[in-house]
Structures are given as structure tokens and as C-alpha cells.
Nanobody, 121 residues
Framework: QVQLVESGGGLVQPGGSLRLSCAASGTIYSINAMGWYRQAPGKQRELVAHISRDGKTNYADSVKGRFTISRANAKNTVYLQMNSLKPEDTAVYYC???????????????WGQGTQVTVSS
């Protein structure tokens, strides 16, 4: 059984910072790509940031220069450091990971349950 658990969401003022964490647990052989997505009320889910197994990153234009994605492979964890937060960053943030579980010959995409980020004064 594999699961992803996000943490670190909450309420922050505009211009503030927040750090999200996502830890994968279970019978994992390896983790390939990991990423963060978000969905605001009434809007479609969008990719926020992505990081490959070897550390190559990609960001949505709206967060470039403000957000940083990183990972600790030995801990099966991905992070999202969010700085200079804006009200439009308010959304539920979801962790995603492509995982090769023990006993399988192919990767499976897993999702966390989401963590709320609210940016408001």
C-alpha cells in the first residue's frame, strides 16, 4: 500500500511564505517524477511545479521566481517553498508522484488528499 500525505498548508498574509511537504510511504521501490498541483474554487486543476528524479524542475509561469520545488529522495519527500504569496495563490494544493511499488513492473501515479493554502489579509 502506497500513500502520499501533504502537510504545511494554512493561512498566510500576502507577501508571506509557506512550505508544503509531501511524504510518500508504503512498499516503494523507487519514485520518478514528483509534482505539485493546485485547484482554486471554480477553476481547473493546474500544474504548479514539477521535479524529475534527477532534480530537473519546471514551474508554471505564474509562480516562477516565487516558488521552489525540491525533493529528498532518501526520505521519499517532495517540498514546495512558496514565497511572496499572492491572494491568487489560494487553492487546494495536491501532491503527485509517479511511483514504482514493490512487486510491480510499472509506475503508478499517486495523489495526496490535498492541503488548503489561503492567502489573505
Amino acid at each position: 500500500q502506497v500513500q502520499l500525505v501533504e502537510s504545511g498548508g494554512g493561512l498566510v498574509q500576502p507577501g508571506g511564505s509557506l512550505r508544503l511537504s509531501c511524504a510518500a510511504s508504503g512498499t516503494i521501490y523507487s519514485i520518478n517524477a514528483m509534482g505539485w498541483y493546485r485547484q482554486a474554487p471554480g477553476k481547473q486543476r493546474e500544474l504548479v511545479a514539477h521535479i524529475s528524479r534527477d532534480g530537473k524542475t519546471n514551474y508554471a509561469d505564474s509562480v516562477k521566481g516565487r516558488f521552489t520545488i525540491s525533493r529528498a529522495n532518501a526520505k521519499n519527500t517532495v517540498y514546495l517553498q512558496m514565497n511572496s504569496l499572492k491572494p491568487e495563490d489560494t487553492a487546494v494544493y495536491y501532491c503527485n508522484a509517479d511511483i514504482l511499488p514493490l512487486g510491480r513492473g510499472y509506475e503508478v501515479g499517486y495523489w495526496g488528499q490535498g492541503t488548503q493554502v489561503t492567502v489573505s489579509s
